[in-house]
Nanobody, 119 residues
């Protein structure tokens, strides 16, 4: 059974940091592109960041470039999202996902973790 379990969300003040984690099971983690998406109320789900199977290539949404960093540990079947200098507009549910390539939609999704940036 495929599982993607996110953790690390919460409430943080503007300018603060959070680190999200996503631990995978039930599929070959090291052969999948891993991504983080987010969805804010009333908005479409958007790509936040993605990392290649070996972690050597990354992609970021324009709104998070320079503030967020995605990484992965294939030995632990875990992908991370370090979020710095958080802004209120980063408030959303963050989803971990796994896909077979950069150019195809994710095959698997986690349940999501809430991130709220507010003073």
């Amino acid at each position: 059974q495929v599982q993607l379990v996110e953790s690390g969300g919460g409430l943080v003040q503007p300018g603060g940091s959070l680190r999200l984690s996503c631990t995978a099971s039930g599929f070959t983690f090291s052969s999948h592109v891993m991504s983080w998406y987010r969805q804010a109320p009333g908005k479409e789900r958007e790509l936040v960041a993605a990392v290649s199977v070996l972690g050597r290539s990354t992609r970021y949404g324009d709104s998070v470039k320079g503030r967020f960093t995605i990484s992965r540990d294939n030995a632990k079947n875990t992908v991370y999202l370090q979020m710095n200098n958080l802004k209120p507009e980063d408030t959303a549910v963050y989803y971990c996902s796994a896909g077979s390539s950069w150019h195809s939609p994710p095959n698997y999704w986690g349940q999501g973790t809430q991130v709220t940036v507010s003073s």
